[in-house]
C-alpha cells in the first residue's frame, strides 16, 4: 500500500524558519512528481510546491516563492520543504502528494498531513 | 494565474439526492480538472480528474463533465459517507490551483 507519512511540523516565530518532511513507501518513489499542498485553518486546499521525479524541476505557488524550497531524497524516499521567513498566514495543515502519474499534475496519495503553526 | 470558482459554497441534501456541484475557471483548461473529498481530519482523496475519468476504487455514483472553463460534479443518490466538502483543482498550468470547496451538509 502506498504510505505517505509527513513529520517536523511545530509552533514557530514570524520571521522564524521550520523543514518539514515526508517518507514514502509502497511504492517506487524515483518514479513519481511530489507535492506540498496545504490547507489554512478553516480554508481551502492550496497547492504549494512540487518537484520532479529527480528533483531537478520545481515549482511553487506565488505566496511560497522566495520563502520556500522543496527537495526530495531518492536514496531515502524523503520529500522536504524548507520554510523560512515564515508568516502568520502561512500557518496550517501541510500535506505531501503524489502525482496520478508521470508529471499529471493531479494527485492520488496523500498523507495525514503535519500541522504548522506561526505565532508569537 | 487561473481562478477556480466553485458554486455553491455549501449545500444542504438528504440521503438519496442528487446533488450537482459547479466549478469554472477564469481561463480555457480543456480537460485538466479534478475532484477530490475532503472529510474533516482525514487526506483528502481523488474521485475523478480529466474532468470525467473516475478514479479507480471511486463509488459509480460520482460523476464529472464539462471542458474549457465550466465543470460540473454530480452524486446521483447521496450516501452518509459523502456529506464532506469538495474541491475542484486545474492542472492546466502552474501554479496549480484549488476551486474555493463546497461543504455538502446534511438537511
Known amino acids: 500500500d502506498v504510505q505517505l507519512v509527513e513529520s517536523g511540523g511545530g509552533l514557530v516565530k514570524p520571521g522564524g524558519s521550520l523543514r518539514i518532511s515526508c517518507v514514502a513507501s509502497g511504492f517506487t518513489f524515483t518514479s513519481y512528481t511530489m507535492n506540498w499542498v496545504r490547507q489554512a485553518p478553516g480554508k481551502g486546499l492550496e497547492w504549494v510546491s512540487s518537484?520532479?521525479?529527480?528533483?531537478?524541476?520545481?515549482h511553487y505557488g506565488d505566496s511560497v516563492k522566495g520563502r520556500f524550497t522543496i527537495s526530495r531524497d531518492n536514496a531515502k524516499n524523503s520529500l522536504y520543504l524548507e520554510m523560512k521567513n515564515l508568516r502568520v498566514g502561512d500557518t496550517g495543515v501541510y500535506y505531501c502528494?503524489?502525482?496520478?502519474?508521470?508529471?499529471?499534475?493531479?494527485?492520488?496519495?496523500w498523507g495525514q498531513g503535519t500541522l504548522v503553526t506561526v505565532s508569537s | 494565474d487561473i481562478q477556480m470558482t466553485q458554486s455553491p459554497s455549501t449545500l444542504s441534501a438528504s440521503v438519496g439526492d442528487r446533488v450537482t456541484i459547479t466549478c469554472r475557471s477564469n481561463e480555457t483548461i480543456s480537460t485538466s480538472l479534478a475532484w477530490y473529498q475532503h472529510r474533516p481530519g482525514r487526506a483528502p482523496n481523488l474521485l475523478l480528474y480529466k474532468a470525467s475519468d473516475l478514479q479507480s476504487g471511486v463509488p459509480s455514483r460520482f460523476s464529472g463533465s464539462g471542458s474549457g472553463s465550466e465543470f460540473t460534479l454530480t452524486i446521483s443518490s447521496l450516501q452518509p459517507d459523502d456529506f464532506a466538502t469538495y474541491y475542484c483543482?486545474?492542472?492546466?498550468?502552474?501554479?496549480?490551483?484549488f476551486g474555493q470547496g463546497t461543504r455538502l451538509d446534511i438537511e
Open positions: 483543482q486545474q492542472y492546466n498550468s502552474y501554479p496549480y490551483t
Open positions: 518537484t520532479s521525479s529527480g528533483g531537478v524541476l520545481t
Open positions: 502528494a503524489r502525482d496520478w502519474a508521470v508529471r499529471s499534475g493531479f494527485f492520488d496519495s
